[in-house]
């Protein structure tokens, strides 16, 4: 499938969908929609992900079979300024893929637009209707379970996923990503996004896919949120309990003291932080923090490996960052 992305104004910091397409996706990426950046190459901004240029409009883009909203702003609202975008995509009879909680299926124009261009409008933070709470019964599954946690919202837990799957599957294992969020299904398929569920059953949806994936060596479980933050500490431990994970690894982004968009909240110590977590899943599993992830792209290669070395330290326990440095064994081992 060839596809459009629309980031508008937000490539690429704060455009993670479309970055974990360009990165792990198998769509052929033919464009990127950002009026800020047209006329560049996502190659310009990151050398090693998939390579496209850029344009100013979805009028401007070439052929392709589906337009993806790449960006997923705090609270998941549609913005206005982007319903050209999604009008000429419809128009032209390209499918569109949100990760919104602001539903496009919903919208009378897009849906009339949609059916007169034999269309299809893909909302995937829609969960399931038939979800249950939890029975406890994802800690029977064969398969070793490991979850993604962090120290705030967008610390690398999606990548972190990923490039352990990856690396799982390089030393020969049936590895699978349990997507959890919007960009995780957009790469894989499937899952279910765990912030749209409602709380009563967001721990069941998680079992739910821990069991049918359980074929699989290895899974490892996208976290989401974190356990400090102020708004999304319930998502975190709704995927904590439902998983009922055999390890958990910990993500952090460099240098990052404070919740991001809640700077008066202190992000803990990681010696206490790692405590939490082993406390809030120790009446579910004996889970602990065996290995950790540290986002290092405002650093040079130098501060990278300090900071690596550092953050390890801090864990005690086997870390690296994955994007710069990939999953070394001594980290796989860990997990594993």
């Known amino acids: 499938m060839a596809v459009a992305i629309l980031t508008h104004d937000a490539f690429h910091d704060r455009a993670k969908t479309a970055v974990g ?81 602001d539903f496009l299926a919903d919208d009378e124009e897009f849906a009339r637009l949609a059916e007169e261009h034999d269309a299809e409008l893909h909302d995937l933070r829609k969960p399931p209707e038939d979800l249950t709470v939890a029975a406890g019964t994802a800690g029977d599954v064969d398969a070793t379970v490991v ?79 974190a356990l400090a933050h102020p708004a999304y500490s319930g998502v975190t431990t709704s995927i904590l309990h439902g998983s009922v994970p055999d390890a958990l690894v910990m993500c952090h982004e460099a240098g990052r003291e404070v919740i991001h968009g809640y700077e008066s909240f202190d992000i803990p110590p990681l010696p206490e932080y790692v405590d939490i977590y082993e406390r809030l899943a120790a009446p579910i599993s004996d889970a602990s923090v065996v290995a950790g992830m540290l986002n290092t792209r405002h650093l040079d290669d130098s501060e990278a490996a300090d900071a690596v070395a550092g953050y390890s330290d801090a864990l005690d326990a086997p870390a690296t960052d994955p994007v710069r440095h990939g999953v070394p064994d001594e980290v796989l081992d860990a997990i594993l």
């Open 21 to 101: 397409l360009l990165r792990y996706g198998d769509r052929t990426v033919e464009a990127l929609v950002d009026r800020e950046r047209a006329g560049q190459r996502v190659h310009d901004s990151l050398p090693d992900v998939q390579d496209a240029p850029i344009v100013a409009s979805m009028a401007d883009a070439p052929d392709v079979d589906a337009l993806v909203i790449g960006i997923s702003p705090i609270g998941g609202e549609f913005n206005e300024s982007w319903r050209k975008d999604v009008r000429t995509a419809l128009e032209r009879g390209c499918d569109v893929y949100s990760g919104l909680h």
């Open 147 to 225: 979850t993604t946690v962090g120290t705030d919202c967008s610390t690398g837990k999606m990548t972190a996923s990923f490039e352990i799957r990856d690396a799982a599957r390089e030393r020969g294992l049936d590895a699978a990503v349990v997507p959890t969020g919007q960009t995780g299904i957009a790469i894989t398929g499937w899952g279910i996004v765990i912030d749209r569920v409602i709380a009563d059953y967001a721990a069941g949806a998680v079992e739910r896919l821990v069991e049918e994936a359980q074929a699989a060596d290895l899974l490892v479980v996208e976290g989401q949120g």
